[in-house]
Every structure is written in C-alpha cells, then in structure tokens.
T-cell receptor
C-alpha cells in the first residue's frame, strides 16, 4: 500500500466552474476525511465517512460541496459553481478507528486555485 | 466551540538544542485523543505523536515527547536534539472519543537553524 493518494495535485479553474477531486485511502482504513487548509491556518473539517456512510458534514460547508465514497473505497469531493473563496488546499486523510485511534494518514493534498 | 490553541505562531531553535511547542485545548469530554502532526514545507502532513487522555503517562517517540496536563488542558511537544529536518509547521489536534473529526490548531512554524 502506497499510502493516501490524491488526484489531481493542482487544479486551476475559472470562477463558476465545477471541480472534482479524488482520494484513494489506505485500503485497510475504515474512515476517510476531507479537510480544507488555507495558508497559515490549520486544517478545517469538511466531512467524513465511515466505510460508505457519510457520518458528518461541517455546518460551515456550503451546499455547493458534495462528497461521496461509493462502496467504502475511494472518495470524491465535488465543488459546484466555484468561487474565489474556495481557493485552498484540500486534504484527504484516512484512519483505522475501531477500539483505538492511531491518528490520520494524510494525502499530499489538492491545491485549488479559482481565478 | 471546542477549540485548540497554539499560542506560538513561529519559533526557532539551534540545531541539537531542545524546543517546546505549546498547545492548549478546550473540551467538556473526559475521554479524547491528542495528536501532534508535522507538515514540512510543500510536503504532506505526518503524525508525530499521540496521547490518550485516560493515560497519565506522557507519550514518547524517540526525540519527541509530550507534557500532558489534563487538568490544565495543556499538551506541549518537546523536541530534543533538534535536527534540520525538523523544520516544519507543527499542528496540535484533539479528537473526542465519541466524535469522528479532529479539531486542529493553527500551527507553529518551527525553524531549526544550523
């Protein structure tokens, strides 16, 4: 297993366009998380899945954001009608959280620039 | 809101010396996990060390150790024998046992000087 993979690494899009990011977690991990990070800030929670179920979504998250994790494997994060304020690094992480929590394994992130 | 606060935006240390990064948090829960993550420049974030709140013994991982003060809600990271490769942004995070997400602080940028 090569860790958590995110694709693409960079995305430049025009305001108003839709974008989709993909995350492939570590296969043994049951949880998958999406976070957003802006320069000089800590990661901000967006949503997370346990297997294929989306268990929590941030109340700060606009309806323009949607995430899926079909069959409990990879996940996609879609942003519709992008705005300049969506420019950020989008981080995916996975973890195996049953009886104990050993922390996240992060991907390298997708850097989104909305122009 | 249950927050995580890192009061030192930037720190520097000479190579081979010891440095301590501070973190305080707010929670009404009794059972939770605490983490320190490291994010080197332009590289992915990795876990440095973790602590389970029900354990009184401070966690240690090689040159990294924590000082966990549950009553004070404080969780500092000590890096001994600092190396140039320790230069990174360090994030403190907390996850309540009955919750899914972790809450992160805004980070401390650590520079190790030769």
């Amino acid at each position: 297993d090569t860790g958590v993979s995110q694709d693409p690494r960079h995305k430049i899009t025009k305001r108003g366009q839709n974008v989709t990011f993909r995350c492939d977690p570590i296969s043994e991990h049951n949880r998958l998380y999406w976070y957003r990070q802006t320069l000089g800030q800590g990661p901000e929670f967006l949503t997370y899945f346990q297997n294929e179920a989306q268990l929590e979504k941030s109340r700060l998250l606009s309806d323009r954001f949607s995430a899926e994790r079909p069959k409990g494997s990879f996940s996609t994060l879609e942003i519709q009608r992008t705005e300049q304020g969506d420019s950020a690094m989008y981080l995916c992480a996975s973890s195996q959280t049953t009886f104990r929590d050993y922390g996240y394994t992060f991907g390298s992130g997708t850097r989104l620039t909305v122009v | 809101a249950q927050t995580v606060t890192q009061s030192q935006p930037e720190m520097s240390v000479q190579e081979a010396e010891t440095v301590t990064l501070s973190c305080t948090y707010d929670t009404s829960e009794n059972n939770y996990y605490l983490f320190w993550y490291k994010q080197p420049p332009s590289r992915q974030m990795i876990l440095v060390i973790r602590q389970e709140a029900y354990k009184q013994q401070n966690a240690t991982e090689n040159r990294f150790s924590v000082n966990f003060q549950k009553a004070a809600k404080s969780f500092s990271l000590k890096i001994s024998d600092s190396q140039l490769g320790d230069t990174a942004m360090y994030f403190c995070a907390r996850r309540n046992t009955n919750a899914g997400k972790s809450t992160f602080g805004d980070g401390t940028t650590l520079t190790v000087k030769p």
